[in-house]
């Protein structure tokens, strides 16, 4: 994004009122940025520093905080359009990560939170290991490397909590949005059980980091905002206030 939309989009996110306002001003600014990755920076009056890092989901997480700016004194927000637990290997995806490092060079945040699995929630799952060829178990297994990989990368950069979210169940509204192109509404409930899992299970093999349960606490009703396919801001709150972040 050059200089002249970068000023224009961050002008334009600060009028938004309202979650489904901010995602359409994400779409249309997003557009001009080829590689569709967005590095926000908002001030705030609180004493924590964080770091958001995901895909587009992760703009929820910025409307909550930016309408609670008593709660944070900077959030840095790094958004990678598209990036899911399969594309979330540090090594293997470097080049996207190396950008991260050169956004962040003068920032020490002090909690990380990290949200990958969206995407997964509908159907890229099943696509992927169609397209691969591959089962469900070998998916979970490059998902597990993938989060082993993200915490490892950000515990040695970063003196930090970390938290890792779950994926929220999918929500069905519009069936064609969500299986049009692969498995049935079965079959997705049941690879998104399978990931949560793995999530739960990587995060407790590794000291200093914790879950942010979305799964636990997103019900199909309130899942999904309004005209769009992204998280709503209710279940990200209450998942937070569980957690004892907000």
Same mark, same amino acid.
């Given at each position: 994004?050059?200089?002249?939309?970068?000023?224009?989009?961050?002008?334009?996110?600060?009028?938004?009122?309202?979650?489904?306002? &901010?995602?359409?001003?994400?779409?249309?600014?997003?557009?001009?940025?080829?590689?569709?990755?967005?590095?926000?920076?908002?001030?705030?009056?609180?004493?924590?520093?964080?770091?958001?890092?995901?895909?587009?989901?992760?703009?929820?997480?910025?409307?909550?905080?930016?309408?609670?700016?008593?709660?944070?004194?900077?959030?840095?927000?790094? &958004?990678?359009? %598209?990036?899911?637990?399969?594309?979330?290997?540090?090594?293997?995806?470097?080049? &996207?990560? &190396?950008?991260?490092?050169?956004?962040?060079?003068?920032?020490?945040?002090?909690?990380?939170?990290?949200?990958?699995?969206?995407?997964?929630?509908?159907?890229?799952?099943?696509?992927?290991?169609?397209?691969?060829?591959?089962?469900?178990?070998?998916?979970?297994?490059?998902?597990?490397?993938?989060?082993?990989?993200?915490?490892?990368?950000?515990?040695?950069?970063?003196?930090?909590?970390?938290?890792?979210?779950?994926?929220?169940?999918?929500?069905?509204?519009?069936?064609?949005?969500?299986?049009?192109?692969?498995?049935?509404?079965?079959?997705?409930?049941?690879?998104?059980?399978?990931?949560?899992?793995?999530?739960?299970?990587?995060?407790?093999?590794?000291? %200093?980091?914790?879950?942010?349960?979305?799964?636990?606490?997103?019900?199909?009703?309130?899942?999904?905002?309004?005209?769009?396919?992204?998280?709503?801001?209710?279940?990200?709150?209450?998942?937070?206030?569980?957690?004892?972040?907000?």
């Amino acid at each position: 994004m050059n200089e002249f939309y970068q000023k224009a989009y961050l002008e334009a996110q600060v009028e938004a009122t309202t979650l489904l306002e &901010r995602y359409y001003i994400n779409f249309i600014y997003g557009s001009y940025n080829k590689k569709r990755i967005i590095f926000n920076d908002f001030m705030g009056t609180g004493e924590i520093n964080y770091l958001f890092f995901g895909d587009s989901h992760l703009i929820t997480f910025e409307h909550i905080f930016m309408n609670n700016k008593n709660m944070f004194s900077k959030i840095h927000s790094r &958004r990678f359009h %598209g990036m899911t637990l399969y594309s979330a290997n540090a090594k293997r995806y470097n080049s &996207r990560y &190396r950008l991260l490092e050169e956004s962040l060079k003068q920032y020490q945040p002090q909690r990380i939170i990290i949200n990958l699995g969206e995407v997964d929630c509908r159907n890229a799952f099943a696509l992927i290991c169609q397209k691969k060829q591959m089962t469900a178990n070998g998916y979970l297994k490059i998902v597990e490397q993938n989060i082993s990989s993200n915490i490892r990368y950000f515990q040695k950069k970063y003196l930090a909590e970390i938290y890792i979210c779950t994926i929220p169940p999918p929500c069905y509204t519009d069936l064609s949005l969500w299986t049009k192109k692969s498995s049935d509404v079965k079959v997705i409930k049941n690879y998104n059980k399978l990931l949560n899992n793995v999530i739960c299970e990587t995060v407790d093999k590794h000291d %200093g980091v914790k879950i942010v349960p979305l799964h636990q606490f997103a019900e199909i009703d309130d899942y999904m905002i309004m005209g769009d396919h992204h998280i709503n801001e209710k279940p990200v709150k209450t998942t937070l206030k569980h957690i004892g972040i907000l």
